[in-house]
């Protein structure tokens, strides 16, 4: 109980951290009591104009998407481990994210419009992926074999990846819209439209917070789940509804980002242990400091330009990866 209580404390203090520096750092660095008064008094008469439209109308919207979108891919991150027994598991590895990133592009190719038709339009298309993904984790070689679930997800990423680069080409309007939210970046989406996503994602986190208990009875084992009063297919099929609602509206607010899953619930776990209860939530605030950290270091290594949120959270990811790749990480599941 002591553990789950610094690790908690932890990742709560990271993300502070993590959300003053997204609003603090930049290209033009701006004090703390200068983004307070932004934020609270932007009529303060010695407030420099300039200070106040940054902060109020270009770091706050982009902090509150990374926030949202972050918390969602970690706990996608904890669900999918956990339901598929797989501790190298994420949406965007396995290609739910890019599924959702691809019906997007569809949907925009024939004309879909507007913040929620383009979210459903993405929880369509994670939804897809994601039954994809099912299947082939339901089979005993790949199940007993983590490592061939992420070669066959990142297949299914590939293919969807560039099947989607192949309809922005085709379209020169979307992809000059879109060119920025295909890597993945927190200025694809404005404040009204994350508030608008924000009810789908409560959805999708009470959901996954409902499935605690039955996420720790499958990491025992399907048998020993049904001899604890779960019923596994029951189970596993809520998890897919919680993974298609984060998943899916993450990837409609920020794009098709990777590893924030994984390095998510993996810093969720060692910090509190494997019991959902504590992890799930956890994972979230982790994946949501890991992604405002990856936004703000891609801010400050090429002023005045950036680097996008999703390339810097590769770059983090991919050690991370090849870590529980050969370490075997994941027996505690």
């Not at 984060?246 to 993996?266: R, S, W």
Request: a positive charge; glycine letters at 12%.
């Amino acid at each position: 109980m002591k553990q789950r209580g610094r690790g908690a404390a932890i990742v709560v203090l990271a993300l502070l951290a993590a959300v003053v520096a997204s609003l603090a750092l930049g290209a033009r660095p701006i004090d703390l009591s200068t983004v307070m008064t932004a934020i609270v008094r932007p009529e303060w008469p010695t407030l420099d104009p300039i200070d106040a439209v940054v902060v109020r109308e270009l770091r706050v919207p982009r902090t509150i998407v990374g926030l949202l979108a972050g918390a969602a891919l970690g706990i996608a991150g904890a669900v999918m481990q956990g339901v598929t027994r797989n501790p190298i598991a994420d949406p965007g590895l396995l290609g739910v994210s890019a599924g959702a990133s691809f019906a997007i592009v569809v949907g925009l190719s024939i004309g879909v419009s507007g913040t929620l038709p383009l979210a459903a339009t993405a929880l369509l298309g994670a939804l897809l992926a994601s039954a994809v993904i099912a299947v082939l984790a339901a089979r005993p070689r790949i199940a007993n074999a983590p490592a061939l679930l992420v070669v066959a997800g990142s297949a299914i990423t590939a293919l969807l990846v560039s099947a989607t680069q192949l309809l922005l080409l085709s379209d020169p309007e979307a992809l000059d819209q879109y060119r920025f939210w295909t890597v993945g970046a927190l200025t694809a989406r404005t404040l009204s439209d994350a508030l608008a996503l924000a009810p789908v994602l409560a959805v999708g986190a009470v959901v996954a917070a409902l499935l605690a208990r039955a996420l720790d009875a499958l990491a025992l084992g399907d048998d020993v789940a049904r001899g604890l009063g779960f019923g596994v297919r029951t189970s596993r099929a809520w998890s897919l509804v919680a993974i298609v609602l984060l998943a899916g509206t993450a990837t409609a607010l920020a794009g098709p980002i990777v590893f924030v899953g994984l390095v998510g619930a993996h810093l969720a776990r060692r910090l509190a242990g494997p019991g959902h209860g504590m992890l799930l939530p956890l994972s979230g605030l982790a994946g949501a400091a890991l992604l405002l950290v990856a936004d703000t270091l891609g801010r400050l290594v090429a002023p005045p330009g950036e680097i996008e949120a999703g390339i810097v959270v590769a770059v983090l990811g991919a050690p991370v990866l090849i870590g529980l790749v050969r370490s075997r990480l994941g027996a505690a599941l």
